[in-house]
């Protein structure tokens, strides 16, 4: 147990607000260590600090509890969640629709009309971890933020990333088409923006 749990602890076992002093002698560490830890929990809102009547001059000392929330420290496992969701559309006749439908939601909130279309469209696969680099109308992905469910359920993965584009162009009215090759020669998918769709076509199918 890491100190930060330990103070989460010492503050819920407490019978009412701690004050620094108490938790420090209660995780037997240094006042000044246990107020930068202090401050941390403060900041996730698990704990909050109430000022004490003062007892002489100077500033009232402080007393700290804990709230009744989740810790959002700690490690995520999105990678386990994602592989679930796509085996359970990969069992959907209709699931590669429904991901690609997913995708261009999120594309649509992720795009920024106000600037360039390309341009917008690397920006938000870059902050998607998709690393890319881009020729023209090519977009080499050098990266998958979801390699494991990608290679175990491409049509799922695959049709939400390509969703997803689709999604960032029809936000700057680009009636050009997303398409996706995934692991070309093993070691990154190619998307190419274009040509335009046909009028009355859907962004994603």
């Known amino acids: 147990m890491d100190l ?23 995780v037997q560490r240094p006042p000044t260590t246990v107020r930068f830890h202090l401050a941390g929990l403060l900041d996730d809102g698990l704990a909050e600090a109430t000022p004490l009547p003062p007892a002489g001059p100077g500033r009232p000392q402080l007393a700290y509890s804990a709230r009744a929330c989740m810790d959002p420290a700690g490690s ?27 995708g261009h939601r999120l594309g649509t909130v992720q795009a ?20 890319p ?17 990608a290679r175990e359920h491409p049509a799922i ?24 090759d995934p ?6 998918c190619l998307a190419t923006i274009g040509p335009p769709r046909s009028a009355g076509a859907p962004a994603v199918r």
Do not use: N, W, Y
């Not at 930060?4 to 209660?26: F, I, K, M, V, Y």
């Not at 390309?118 to 870059?126: F, G, K």
């Not at 692991?183 to 990154?188: E, L, M, S, Y």
């Open 4 to 26: 930060r749990e330990e103070l989460l602890s010492a503050l819920r076992a407490g019978d009412g607000p701690q004050t620094l002093a108490r938790l420090a002698q209660a």
């Open 76 to 102: 995520r496992e999105f990678g386990l969640l994602a592989g679930a969701l796509a085996a359970a559309l990969d069992a959907d006749p209709d699931g590669a629709a429904k991901a690609a439908r997913s």
């Open 112 to 131: 920024d009309p106000c600037t360039g279309t390309m341009e917008d469209l690397l920006s938000v696969l870059t902050g998607m971890g998709f690393s």
């Open 133 to 149: 680099t881009a020729t023209g109308s090519r977009i080499r992905l050098q990266r998958c933020p979801f390699l494991e469910a």
């Open 157 to 180: 993965t695959c049709s939400v990333h390509r969703g997803l584009m689709q999604g960032v162009l029809d936000a700057h009215g680009d009636r050009r088409r997303a398409d996706l």
């Open 183 to 188: 692991f070309v020669d093993g070691d990154h």
